[in-house]
């Protein structure tokens, strides 16, 4: 019997998705999914809820996350899976990264303000209800506060980059981010390379410790995935995938297991996890 899929990029309300740990368990379910990790932005908070939901269906969980780091100026996602939740310096870690996020939040509603929309800032916390606040929140504040039509025109307005809103998120060194996630008994991934415009930067990240390219993603063509795939063959980088789901009101994003990735690259990825063993 072949094995089932898997879906290794997801989010809920813990940071810019919009549904509950339980919600993403029951949708992998009905998807049929063999196992699933949570990648919420900068924070671990719902792993132990998903991980749960997860073991009441009999779905395999992996614990992770989607940290915000920079490269040469690029801001850049990397995705910590297998990780301790645990983690002492990962938790202490993720909590400063929050307070970026949360930083740049007052900074864009400055700029909005000072563009002359009245947003305030409650109004993006109160909607947000997380610790890993972002742009997303406030869109949707923009939207629900009548000051946009909808979050695709928020972004190209106002928050997309070079737009009058927008605001430059401090990031920590991609150096600092993997070293943070190896501690922590992770692999380090880079998030969705087709969307990042530096694959010249990426033999560099792998000298410096990257385990793996997001080769299968929602916003990532066949000859895209297999472009990344090659490059990660040539480099020894693992290959991942998933769906980058926010929940179903979101709009362009896709729905948990949309993108069929096969439960073999979990197993090389166990392989490749520090002081263990193969069964």
Request: net charge neutral.
């Amino acid at each position: 019997m072949a094995k089932p899929y898997i879906d290794l990029h997801l989010h809920t309300h813990f940071s810019d998705g919009v549904s509950t740990p339980e919600q993403v368990a029951e949708e992998a379910e009905r998807m049929d999914l063999g196992a699933i990790a949570l990648t919420d932005h900068d924070t671990l908070e719902g792993c132990p809820r998903l991980a749960k939901a997860c073991a009441a269906r009999d779905i395999e969980f992996i614990p992770g996350t989607e940290l915000s780091t920079d490269i040469e100026g690029h801001e850049m996602h990397l995705l910590g899976y297998f990780l301790d939740t645990g983690n002492e310096e990962l938790i202490r870690e993720t909590i400063r990264y929050q307070q970026n996020r949360t930083d740049r939040v007052h900074g864009l509603v400055d700029r909005l303000n000072s563009i002359g929309v009245p947003l305030v800032t409650k109004q993006v916390f109160t909607l947000a209800n997380c610790k890993a606040p972002g742009r997303p929140h406030v869109a949707r504040a923009l939207v629900k506060h009548g000051y946009c039509s909808t979050m695709d025109e928020a972004f190209a307005r106002y928050l997309r980059k070079n737009a009058p809103g927008w605001v430059p998120k401090k990031n920590a060194p991609f150096e600092e981010s993997i070293r943070l996630i190896h501690q922590a008994g992770g692999l380090a991934v880079m998030a969705h390379p087709g969307l990042n415009k530096i694959d010249h930067l990426i033999p560099r990240m792998a000298e410096a410790g990257l385990d793996g390219l997001e080769c299968w993603h929602s916003r990532h063509p066949k000859s895209t995935a297999k472009r990344y795939r090659e490059m990660a063959a040539r480099l020894g980088l693992l290959i991942t995938g998933g769906s980058d789901c926010h929940g179903p009101a979101r709009g362009r994003h896709p729905l948990i297991g949309t993108v069929r990735v096969p439960y073999d690259i979990l197993d090389e990825m166990k392989r490749r996890l520090p002081c263990t063993t193969a069964a």
